[in-house]
């Protein structure tokens, strides 16, 4: 059976009020879940938070999963939506900025190389310096190999406008980072 297949099996006995088949859930994407939030800027506490709250949506929400639509994609955009929530009372209530994010939820080793470290950090910190428009495509189709379609699903606009925006997130990149690609 594929993941796709599983979650969809696994948001069916949600629905039928199995609530065991939130942990199966949850065993599968939280990890991936929370480097997604954690690509946006957000500190591990606030990717926890985040995650755990996209996973109690998912729980209370569980009779509006449509099972034409992929799990993943219906996860990402409630995650999304609680993520653009936290940012614009963040600029509301002035936060301090978001913290780094680490470039993996894994520990790195002692032995990592210095100058990958710094490629990572600065490619960390060009990333949250996109505008939040151009930063989510490039984080979900690059880092979570989602589809222009998939995408589209959960930010709420078209595959073509997705397209436009991975370029244009893409362009900027490049000249964020042109001293660190040479």
Avoid: C
């Avoid at 990890?31 to 995650?51: E, F, I, P, T, W």
């Amino acid at each position: 059976m594929t993941e796709v297949d599983q979650d969809r099996a696994d948001m069916r006995r949600l629905q039928g009020g199995e609530a065991s088949a939130l942990d199966a859930l949850m065993e599968r994407w939280q990890v991936r879940l929370r480097g997604y939030l954690m690509r946006h800027g957000l500190s591990d506490a606030d990717a926890n938070d985040l995650a755990q709250e996209t996973f109690v949506r998912v729980f209370r929400h569980a009779s509006r999963f449509d099972p034409r639509r992929t799990f993943s994609t219906w996860m990402f955009q409630i995650a999304l939506n609680q993520l653009r929530d936290l940012l614009r009372q963040r600029q509301r209530h002035a936060h301090q900025p978001l913290d780094a994010a680490p470039e993996s939820t894994t520990a790195q080793t002692p032995a990592s190389d210095s100058e990958a470290t710094e490629q990572a950090a600065a490619v960390r910190a060009a990333i949250a310096a996109l505008p939040l428009s151009l930063r989510e495509p490039i984080i979900l189709a690059t880092y979570h190999h989602l589809s222009h379609e998939e995408v589209a699903q959960i930010i709420g606009t078209s595959a073509k406008a997705v397209e436009t925006r991975l370029y244009r997130a893409r362009e900027k990149l490049r000249q964020a980072l042109a001293a660190h690609l040479s």
